[in-house]
């Protein structure tokens, strides 16, 4: 359709381009030719009648000067006169015809002849010899230069004439011409108004569908699918593509009504998820604006008056994580953070991590997830348990008191002797009462460390003097095993910022168990150095065969022992250990053991002052 | 009194009287016990009202006393005790002390803690050193102490060149009831209650 237009079209542009350039070349050619014939004309009829002179003036020279003297016995030869003559009526005649009806080179030419009729008349008087008197005969010359000069002159108006003819074609030529010009103007305009309904309908068939169509891609891209192209004409180029546009939003329509039922079925999933969970939950984007809440969280933010933001103690953890970069997922209750909600405590473990689509940091589904982990209930059972070990260990114990007094003062044997038997089941009787003791004292130790009674008296604190008392008190057990005892530590040390007696109780209980695991006869060291700006390190070193590496991650948890232990002990030197460097806001540890490294090494790192 | 050990083995001498006051039985039987040799003889009291009773009856060369008994507990013995302007050398035995306690003891001249349980060797040389304390600069320091002269007591301490664990808590508490006499709850306030184990007669403080 588009394309027969367009060569309808151009077909009539290349034809009227064909007119005009044949029009031109026909008129150019046609001018070209009358002007040339004109041309030729004219300069002919000149030069015939500038020819006439020379004729007249030939005869004369020849014939006239025979009139000056007397007449000749003999006519003169008239050979030269008839043969001129013949010559000059063949010049009349050729005169006549090139005349072309003009009535004035008519009538000039009429003259003409009839003055050359007048001067043969005279030479034929003159070559008959009839003219003899001197008179006559000089009158005939006066006559003879009368008609010579009248023939001249009229010659002279004749090739006048022709001038002026040739003047007047070329001004007739230049009319035309005019003419022509205002032909050919008309045929570029009608050329011109042509291409311009050539553009205008190609403006209209070509580039306002594809403008259409680019128009309704953008739709498209912007989420438009509802979008159909209205069909153009029949027959149009453009149809197909239409067909295949519309199928193309039909077919992404299809997929996005899939894509939404899915997106809904997993909301409804996510949503449900989210409901049976009983914790608080937020989901924030990267920039810690929240996204969804759930129930929990919905009912959580309505008690304490927010709206959908983290309640502050736990944003401030948050932000805390946002610029560390880590997640924040805390397992003991005890860092559980405390809301009031009508009137009542309410614990909530805040777990705070990060989640994102891919490994790229730059996801745009990453985001944080904040879950408020309710341990009220935890903390509860967990201060109860406290409670209960604490009430039941002082029950035991005071009884306990009495049984081991009197098996003492027996065991002295001072109120009577003892049968071997006797001692020997007092002795164990004992021993049990003993280790019963060591055991509700440690126990009674963990609940004061969980009960947060662990109140610190810090000050500035001399960390190789507490060693050297640790050391000093060691001395008896550790020689009684051949194990030697040395301290080393460094020069200037700054005061480390501690409650004495607790820190006394860790490195005691370090030195203690590394004189536990030595081999006999082995080494235990304390070195005391600088470690890094914030602290000094103790360290305690022995010879025993390390910490199974299975066991490494567990040691300073409550009643953990590593498998195979020979030594005594319920396991708690570590966890309580752990609990009072954890009140200094220090640390304590296990150092990596290097290959090359046969020692064990436990340090603390306490605060300095 | 029935179960008490015949005490007519004592010497010529007239024998230190021990009053012994605790709730359990068994305990009080056994202190009892380990206190009735050649040199000293127990009595026993089961509880503060009786304790009291029997501490104004006659008078005692030290006490054994257990600080948590119902009705009237060992606090309130001392202090009923010192309001009636008797002096005698108190020793406060316990399972567990609480800051509080030890420093109202303590102001009222109780410097002895014996930390439950206790061995009779233990129990002996607590008594021993109440009444005829040794010659260590902290014996010299607690002996003042007892008799109610903290400045005295401070003197002693700060003459030691062995800065034990014990000797340190001591001087603190001392220095610090020393420096703000009279005001109780401040200094319970400045205190800790870690500063408490170092305090006892025969502190076992190594925990395995």
Not at chain 1, 460 to 486: G, M, V, Y
């Amino acid at each position: 359709m588009l394309r027969a237009r367009l060569f309808l079209g151009l077909l009539t542009l290349v034809i009227l381009l064909w007119a005009t350039g044949a029009a031109a070349l026909v008129i150019l050619n046609d001018a070209d030719t009358r002007f040339q014939g004109r041309l030729k004309q004219d300069y002919q009829a000149i030069d015939l009648a500038q020819g006439l002179r020379s004729y007249t003036s030939m005869l004369n020279s020849t014939y006239i000067t025979t009139l000056a003297g007397p007449a000749p016995e003999t006519a003169p030869d008239r050979q030269l006169f008839d043969e001129t003559r013949t010559k000059v009526e063949d010049t009349l005649h050729a005169l006549r015809l090139l005349g072309g009806g003009n009535e004035r080179w008519e009538s000039s030419l009429s003259s003409l002849t009839e003055a050359l009729g007048l001067y043969f008349g005279d030479y034929e008087r003159l070559l008959t010899n009839e003219v003899v008197d001197r008179t006559e005969r000089s009158d005939l010359l006066r006559t003879f230069g009368a008609h010579t000069q009248r023939i001249t002159d009229l010659g002279e108006s004749l090739t006048h004439l022709a001038e002026e003819q040739l003047f007047n074609a070329s001004r007739a030529l230049a009319a035309e011409s005019g003419k022509n010009t205002a032909f050919l103007a008309t045929l570029v305009v009608l050329g011109t108004a042509m291409a311009v309904m050539i553009y205008f309908q190609l403006l209209r068939h070509l580039v306002e569908p594809v403008v259409g169509l680019r128009d309704s891609m953008e739709q498209v891209t912007m989420g438009n699918f509802e979008l159909t192209l209205p069909m153009p004409t029949a027959g149009s180029e453009f149809g197909s593509l239409v067909t295949t546009f519309n199928s193309m939003a039909e077919e992404l329509r299809i997929r996005r009504r899939e894509t939404d039922e899915r997106l809904f079925r997993n909301n409804l999933v996510n949503r449900a998820l989210l409901s049976a969970i009983p914790s608080p939950v937020y989901v924030l984007d990267l920039h810690g604006d929240t996204v969804r809440l759930n129930p929990a969280a919905e009912d959580l933010n309505e008690s304490l008056g927010l709206g959908t933001r983290l309640p502050g103690k736990v944003l401030r953890l948050f932000q805390n994580c946002q610029q560390q970069g880590h997640n924040h997922l805390p397992e003991d209750p005890r860092e559980a953070l405390l809301f009031r909600i009508d009137e009542k405590e309410h614990f909530f473990l805040p777990r705070i991590f990060r989640f994102s689509a891919g490994r790229n940091e730059q996801n745009p589904y990453a985001g944080w997830a904040v879950l408020l982990h309710d341990v009220t209930r935890i903390r509860w059972l967990d201060d109860m348990k406290t409670n209960l070990l604490s009430t039941v260990s002082h029950e035991i114990k005071t009884p306990l008191t009495g049984i081991r007094m009197v098996l003492h003062l027996l065991l002295e044997e001072e109120t009577g002797r003892l049968s071997d038997m006797q001692r020997t089941m007092l002795s164990s009787a004992s021993e049990d009462c003993e280790r019963l003791l060591s055991t509700l004292n440690t126990l009674l130790d963990i609940s004061r460390a969980e009960s947060g009674s662990t109140h610190l008296d810090l000050r500035p604190t001399n960390l190789r003097d507490l060693a050297d008392q640790s050391i000093h008190l060691f001395e008896s057990k550790a020689s009684a095993s051949r194990i030697t005892l040395r301290i080393d530590a460094a020069d200037n040390l700054p005061q480390v910022m501690a409650d004495p007696m607790r820190i006394s109780e860790v490195v005691h209980n370090l030195v203690s168990n590394a004189i536990k695991h030595s081999p006999p006869g082995g080494n235990v060291d304390v070195h005391i150095a600088r470690s890094g700006a914030d602290f000094v390190r103790l360290s305690v070193l022995d010879d025993g065969p390390g910490v199974p590496e299975e066991s490494e991650g567990r040691i300073f948890e409550r009643f953990y022992r590593a498998p195979n232990q020979r030594t005594d002990g319920i396991g708690l030197g570590l966890f309580i250990s752990r609990e009072i460097m954890r009140a200094h806001e220090g640390r304590i540890g296990l150092s990596e053991r290097n290959p090359d490294q046969t020692r064990t090494e436990f340090f603390i790192d306490v605060p300095t002052a | 009194m029935s179960r008490l050990p015949d005490s007519t083995r004592a010497s010529d001498r007239s024998p230190l009287r021990i009053l012994v006051v605790d709730d359990e039985p068994t305990l009080r039987l056994g202190f009892a016990y380990a206190l009735t040799n050649a040199t000293t003889q127990a009595e026993t009291a089961s509880n503060g009202a009786e304790a009291l009773e029997r501490l104004a009856e006659k008078s005692f060369d030290a006490v054994v006393l257990d600080l948590r008994m119902p009705d009237v507990d060992g606090l309130a013995v001392i202090e009923a005790l010192r309001r009636r302007g008797d002096f005698t050398p108190v020793i406060l035995c316990s399972a567990y002390i609480t800051v509080h306690s030890a420093v109202k003891a303590i102001h009222h001249h109780v410097v002895d803690f014996l930390m439950k349980p206790v061995k009779p060797v233990e129990l002996r040389s607590a008594v021993k050193s109440v009444i005829h304390p040794g010659d260590s600069w902290l014996e010299k320091g607690l002996a003042s102490a007892r008799a109610g002269r903290l400045d005295q007591a401070l003197d002693f301490l700060d003459a030691s060149d062995q800065g034990t664990l014990r000797e340190s808590s001591w001087r603190r508490i001392l220095k610090i009831m020393h420096e703000h006499p009279g005001e109780l709850e401040r200094i319970e306030f400045e205190l800790s209650e870690s500063v408490l184990g170092q305090l006892a007669h025969q502190a076992d403080n190594v925990r395995t």
